[in-house]
């Protein structure tokens, strides 16, 4: 261990008594110290512009100040911080500004679960109700989908590595072809539909589909609208439950509060998480049609269920909902994003490629140089003062998921930092 009075950025603690499993301090390797809006500084007083924001945590950027006032008035005021799942105000409230401005505007009709605090916990809680309503054991995903990392999550999660982490057979799930992604399946819809027909398929009646509607981890693929559409009608039919896990797409990341208002579908299951507490803080809740919440009472306890801070920030954060002119702006950055995409960064390589929705932007960059290009772009982004994730199959696609509610000029400086850092890394091979 080194000295007992670190310096700026010293790393040493960090190296010295954190455990190995530690990943997003090796993409961005320095000491962060405070936060507003789209920027991060480090010890060392550096700025960075973020287009990571907690994974989808941060949607409402860093500290935003009508959140942060709320906060405080509600510490000074000694309002419960803890209550497990017993009715607090700030819950109530938290509810009905939930059901004012989220659900009842889109006529949807849902009961509310708060889980543990992670998507993966809102995932587990999905994969349970769905076996528990239908009393079938098989749960579909999908190629590329990420569903998290607990034992349960990892059986409906695609990656391969992340799979063997496990350590035991994952077993009564099923991955089905996604339509889109690397390796695509444009007759995805067809080919379950002739799974469930055909007598002879070796596939039985599954309790539910589980889907990202925009797979973020798995390289930023948008599922057409008719295979949304498709899979709705067919879960009509057969009675498989339709999952939708909003964990990272929701909270208006593709530009509209869920990602599945785009295709007109009513999920019987959705999972939300990272932004829906507002301010970063943890949180996670479970959407349920009320003819399937057919829990017993503790059957998914747990002890930090409903983060009552969250409920405060969250509350807070649903103010933005009700401006008309907010779905607006989050199209209108979306479509910089696009065309300097399109323009600046293509000129850089033309077989860069360019997908996305909202503010969930890919790049990919796997027929621009291969294996290693996004992890070394990214790092270089880092360098020149940009957070910036890799994601999909050989990290080979850089997320862009700035904060919805970036200043346009930060994102425009944004999004020159990662041009430039794609034409070093390239200009340097
Ligand atoms: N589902 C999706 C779609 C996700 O993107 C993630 C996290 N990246 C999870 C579930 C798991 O959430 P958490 O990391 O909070 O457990």
Redesign the pocket.
């Known amino acids: 261990m080194s000295a007992p009075y670190p310096g700026v950025n010293d790393v040493a603690v960090f190296e010295a008594l954190e455990s190995n499993v530690r990943t997003y301090c090796r993409a961005f390797p320095t000491v962060f110290r405070t936060a507003k809006g789209a920027r991060l500084t480090d010890e060392a007083g550096r700025g960075f512009i973020d287009f990571f924001t907690g ?3 941060l949607n409402y950027g860093h500290n935003p100040d009508a959140i942060r006032a709320k906060l405080i008035e509600y510490l000074a005021g000694d309002g419960v911080s803890h209550a497990l799942d017993m009715h607090t105000t700030a819950k109530r409230r938290f509810l009905q500004r939930f059901l004012e401005v989220v659900l009842a505007p889109r006529n949807l009709d849902y009961k509310v679960q708060f889980c543990g ?7 587990e809680a999905a994969l349970k109700l769905a076996r528990l309503v239908t009393g079938r054991t098989t749960v579909c995903s999908f190629t590329g ?6 034992s349960g ?1 990892l059986t409906v ?1 695609a990656h391969r590595e992340h799979r063997k982490t496990a350590g035991v057979p994952l077993a009564n799930t099923t991955i089905l072809p996604y339509p889109v992604g690397p390796y695509p399946f444009p007759n995805a819809l067809q080919h379950i539909e002739h799974l469930l027909a055909d007598p002879g398929s070796g596939f039985d009646l599954p309790a539910a589909f589980l889907l ?1 509607t925009v ?3 798995g390289g930023i693929y948008v599922a057409p609208v008719e295979f949304l559409q498709g899979l709705r009608a067919l879960c009509d039919r057969t009675g498989i439950l339709l999952m939708v ?5 929701g909270c208006g990341r593709t530009g509209t509060f869920f990602s599945f208002e785009r295709a007109g579908i009513v999920p019987d299951v959705v ?1 939300l ?2 932004s829906i507490g507002g301010y970063g803080l ?1 949180m ?1 809740l479970l959407l349920i049609r009320p003819a399937f919440d057919r829990w017993k009472p503790g059957q998914h306890t747990g002890t930090f269920r409903g983060n009552q801070l969250a409920f405060v920030a969250g509350e807070a954060a649903l103010e933005y909902w009700r401006q008309p002119e907010f779905e607006a702006s989050i199209a209108r950055h979306g479509e910089t994003i696009r065309r300097t995409l399109l323009t600046e960064l293509v000129a850089v390589h033309p077989e860069i490629e360019v997908r996305g929705l909202g503010l969930l932007w890919g790049v990919d960059l796997s027929r621009a140089g291969g294996i290693g290009l996004g992890a070394a772009i990214s790092r270089r982004c880092f360098e020149r003062g940009l957070l910036v994730e890799a994601c999909g199959r050989h990290d080979s696609v850089l997320k862009l998921l700035p904060p919805l509610v970036i200043e346009e000029a930060t994102l425009r400086e944004g999004l020159a930092l990662l041009t430039q850092a794609t034409k070093d890394v390239l200009s340097s091979r």
């Open positions: 994974a989808g945590a605090p992670t998507g993966a916990n809102t995932v989908g990420w569903h998290g990392m607990t999550c999660t990202e797979q973020a981890e896990d909003d964990v990272q797409a999972c998480s990272k943890p996670s």
